[in-house]
T-cell receptor, first 114, second 114 residues
Framework: DTGVSQDPRHKITKRGQNVTFRCDPISEHNRLYWYRQTLGQGPEFLTY????????KSRLLSDRFSAERPKGSFSTLEIQRTEQGDSAMYLCASIPSTTGYEQYFGPGTRLTVT | LAKTTQPISMDSYEGQEVNITCSHNNIATNDYITWYQQFPSQGPRFIIQGYKTKVTNEVASLFIPADRKSSTLSLPRVSLSDTAVYYC???????????????FGKGTKLSVKP
């Protein structure tokens, strides 16, 4: 068990550019979540997958955001035409199918839009 | 939505017991209460989860009154390394349930002093 990993850990981009983040959940965890966290706030739910199916998206997820989880393993979160307001920590978490409750979080990707 | 309210900050000394209370007046029947710990630049880490009464594990206890409108995380004999932000999360984590109501809130920043 190597834990949830995220790549990159840090990303600096210019406004208007597209960025893509990757999350590798713990193997055999069938649920995967994406959150966004800004300074001084708790994580905000963005979307989640059960296996490869994206089951729910938050209203926070504008049409510039898209997430995929092909084959039900790793997931990617893409932000198109980044804005300064997108600067945040993007967290990924996974849940095993057995317990269904405890979220295992990755270290996050810190995005800075200049 | 089961919004949560926690104290913004708490101070304690090493060796003391710390109790952090979370209010969640609108908790739903299927909602569980989960507490997470977060250190700077890291993802949250699961501490404990409960539905009602009392739950205890090797690191903490969780007290939930009969009406479930609040919960108290108890950390026995804290150390300097327990300095972190603690989040109360209320939501239905069951597989297939609506996850969009997962709200972490702003958390409680615990500072443990020597």
């Amino acid at each position: 068990d190597t834990g949830v990993s995220q790549d990159p850990r840090h990303k600096i981009t210019k406004r208007g550019q597209n960025v893509t983040f990757r999350c590798d959940p713990i193997s055999e965890h069938n649920r995967l979540y994406w959150y966004r966290q800004t300074l001084g706030q708790g994580p905000e739910f963005l979307t989640y997958f059960q296996n490869e199916a994206q089951l729910e998206k938050s209203r926070l997820l504008s049409d510039r955001f898209s997430a995929e989880r092909p084959k039900g393993s790793f997931s990617t979160l893409e932000i198109q035409r980044t804005e300064q307001g997108d600067s945040a920590m993007y967290l990924c978490a996974s849940i095993p199918s057995t317990t269904g409750y405890e979220q295992y979080f990755g270290p996050g990707t810190r995005l800075t839009v200049t | 939505l089961a919004k949560t309210t926690q104290p913004i900050s708490m101070d304690s000394y090493e060796g003391q017991e710390v109790n952090i209370t979370c209010s969640h007046n609108n908790i739903a029947t299927n909602d569980y209460i989960t507490w997470y710990q977060q250190f700077p630049s890291q993802g949250p880490r699961f501490i404990i989860q409960g539905y009602k009464t009392k739950v205890t594990n090797e690191v903490a206890s969780l007290f939930i009154p009969a009406d479930r409108k609040s919960s108290t995380l108890s950390l026995p004999r804290v150390s300097l390394s327990d300095t972190a932000v603690y989040y109360c999360l209320v939501g239905d984590m069951r597989s297939g349930g609506s996850q969009g109501n997962l709200i972490f809130g702003k958390g409680t920043k615990l500072s443990v002093k020597p």
